[in-house]
């Protein structure tokens, strides 16, 4: 038999063995005529005998409830998943998980319920921040009217997301009029409030995107400036809408990846603003998209895909987008699920989501996930042929290298 170098053993002597087994199985082909080490690309593609246990399907949660599952939001932090949603619109939850296909799974706490009164119902979308040293929470909630919808933050009182957390009342602009979907960012070292919002007290359509300065993440210090309006036709279908913002930051870069047109339409669709320089709060420093860079494929059976979070795999090395969609023509809020897919970048730094992956394909789980395999041929100048790794949790690889 080949030698076997172990190089890291964090693993229970059972668990090992199993896995080990199954990879002497797939090296000598299963005790067919071939070996199946012949047919692993340099990719990193492995044999169909470990495949299954490196892939996902969506949705990774299923539509639940009147309104489906919506507006996903996920941080990747501490090496698990941490998913917040809202409870039936009266209530805050956060799950975790170690695998982002789990999420959907993993046991929801909740961690705050609304009072009556003006933010005690339709609590919509909150989103889930590490700021500043502090977990926070951001959602928008109204008293039962539509018309008045803002937007409020919880801090954590600990380091544990799932634990309590303290009301910190309404994050405002003087000027304070209809707002939802609100998030933090950060540039040259300071925070901005983006939100989506109405231009007067009762103007409804059109939702426009918004800017402000805060002087922590619960306080906006300063005017609010629209840096976007739904002025495109792809922006407009239903409604004309820009909603459910989006951070990533690269190469000094910051890219608000936004939703457009109605939620409720197959028309639901990803737009993206890039500043790449000058007065933030300045419209003219944002450049938007031509056309939605993520939007409908009927012929994958996915529509309406939009209010997305971004998160990493847990090695670091993948950029993944997770998203809701809609599986049949004309589905509505009742048929969103959860899909989450990996991304790329494109030669001028923007990004490359590509096109919305339909349910029940097979995705590759993202890079390092908990229990993962990795085989694939060694460099040249490492002795041996084969690596095969395998992550125990996402601090930790095992591999082992057959010579």
């Known amino acids: 038999m080949h030698s076997a170098r172990l190089s890291l053993f964090p693993l229970g002597a059972a668990w090992l063995l199993a896995r080990f087994v199954v990879c002497l199985f797939a090296l000598a082909g299963c005790g067919g005529g071939g070996s199946a080490a012949s047919a692993v690309a340099l990719d990193g593609t492995v044999p169909q005998a470990v495949a299954a246990g490196r892939t996902f399907v969506n949705p990774i949660v299923p539509a639940q409830g009147s309104g489906g599952s919506a507006d996903p939001s996920i941080v990747f932090r501490d090496g698990y998943y941490h998913y917040c949603r809202s409870l039936d619109g009266r209530a805050i939850g956060v799950a975790k998980a170690r695998r982002l296909q789990d999420i959907g799974s993993a046991p929801m706490v909740t961690v705050w319920t609304a009072p009556a009164g003006a933010y005690g119902e339709e609590v919509w979308a909150p989103e889930l921040q590490y700021l500043q040293g502090r977990w926070i929470i951001y959602f928008a909630a109204s008293d039962g009217q539509n018309v008045n919808h803002r937007m409020y933050a919880l801090a954590a009182d600990s380091a544990d997301p799932q634990q309590g957390y303290t009301f910190k009342g309404k994050v ?90 109605g939620s409720w339409t ?138």
């Open 266 to 403: 197959d028309d639901y669709a990803l737009g993206r603003l890039t500043y790449s320089g000058g007065d933030i709060l300045d419209r003219a420093s944002w450049v938007k998209s031509t056309q939605p860079v993520f939007t409908k494929r009927p012929d994958l059976g996915t529509f309406g895909p939009g209010h997305n979070t971004f998160v990493t795999s847990p090695d670091g090395t993948e950029d993944w987008i997770v998203y809701h969609a809609i599986d049949t023509a004309g589905g509505g809020w009742a048929r969103r699920s959860i899909r989450a897919q990996r991304f790329d970048w494109n030669a001028d730094g923007s990004p490359r989501f590509g096109d919305p992956v339909g349910v029940g394909v097979p995705v590759r789980e993202p890079s390092g996930s908990l229990g993962s395999l990795d085989l694939r041929r060694l460099p040249e100048s490492e002795p041996g042929g084969l690596l095969l790794r395998f992550a125990a949790r996402p601090e930790a690889l095992v591999g082992l290298a057959f010579a």
């Open 172 to 261: 405002a602009a003087s000027v304070d009029s209809w707002a939802i979907d609100g998030l933090a960012i950060e540039s040259a070292g300071a925070l901005f409030y983006v939100w989506s919002g109405w231009r007067g007290p009762t103007d409804g359509f059109p939702q426009v995107t918004y800017i402000a300065p805060m002087s922590d993440p619960w306080t906006i210090s300063g005017e609010r400036h629209e840096i976007s309006a739904p002025e495109l036709g792809w922006e407009q279908s239903g409604a004309p809408l820009q909603e459910g913002a989006s951070v990533l930051y690269r190469d000094g870069r910051i890219h608000l990846v936004y939703s457009a047109s």
